[in-house]
């Protein structure tokens, strides 16, 4: 996917804003590497690689599913598979 680059600037930001909610939302939830993860994902969209992005999404989201318990698990694993 070929991204303008007037519009990579935008995607970088709304990407590391997003972060940083789930960051604070997840707390000790998060994986240790999760904001060097989240920031390559950003980094990939703003390049146009939603495959790689998705990728480490899915790695990302598998973690954090291993580090709770109880029915949140169970949605953060089904969340897991729905990422393409």
Not at 13 to 27: E, I, M, N, P, R
Not at 55 to 80: F, L, M
């Amino acid at each position: 996917m070929n991204i303008p680059h007037a519009n990579k600037a935008q995607i970088l930001a709304s990407c590391k804003s997003a972060a940083k909610t789930y960051s604070t939302v997840l707390g000790a939830n998060a994986p240790g590497n999760f904001t060097s993860e989240i920031d390559s994902i950003c980094q990939k969209v703003a390049s146009g690689n939603i495959t790689g992005a998705k990728a480490i999404a899915r790695a990302v989201c598998t973690q954090i599913a291993s580090a709770v318990s109880g029915p949140e698990k169970s949605a953060i694993q089904n969340a897991c598979k729905s990422i393409g």
